[in-house]
């Protein structure tokens, strides 16, 4: 269970190898990727700090549905090319947005959330969708966050067969 877990203080490499054993924990033995993407999203929600918003974007008929996820209410769908969702599924590549005021096309589901990071779910050469985390605070993600929240996502991807 997550009230188990307990986070070290120190870098955020130490953080995230923490998060990844405690994922893995998580997804072990669950062939299930709602089941997984659930316990996930509340993982880091509740265990990152300075988090707003953390969830799942599924791909859908080329569209970004909203999977499950921890926070305010969310944007039901997301365009493919829109928004740092739409963005980083397009590319295929994790985006650092570290002022959304400042992204040209930002979609606004939340008008707290000051800055996201989305990382691309990507099985093989199919795009299945994206991991979505917004924070209060301008500047708050980087590249060690991006490091750590791919390896969590590559741990998702790993945990069901399709």
């Not at 054993?21 to 509740?46: P, W």
């Not at 992204?103 to 939340?110: A, Q, W």
């Not at 060690?144 to 067969?161: N, P, T």
């Amino acid at each position: 269970m997550l009230e188990t877990f307990v986070m070290p203080a120190g870098p955020k490499s130490v953080v995230y190898a923490t998060l990844a054993r405690h994922a893995e924990a998580l997804v072990e033995g669950v062939n299930d990727k709602i089941a997984n993407a659930a316990n996930l999203s509340a993982m880091l929600y509740h265990m990152l700090p300075d988090i707003s918003w953390s969830g799942f974007y599924f791909l859908k008929h080329k569209r970004l549905i909203v999977g499950p996820f921890q926070g305010k209410p969310a944007c039901v769908t997301v365009a493919v090319g829109q928004g740092v969702c739409g963005q980083a599924a397009t590319m295929r590549k994790s985006l650092i947005v570290g002022d959304v005021a400042s992204f040209p096309g930002h979609i606004y589901c939340d008008p707290a959330a000051r800055s996201e990071i989305v990382i691309p779910l990507v099985k093989g050469d199919k795009l299945l969708g994206v991991l979505d985390l917004d924070a209060p605070v301008t500047e708050r993600f980087d590249e060690d966050d991006r490091r750590g929240l791919e390896q969590i996502a590559a741990i998702w991807l790993r945990s069901f067969k399709r």
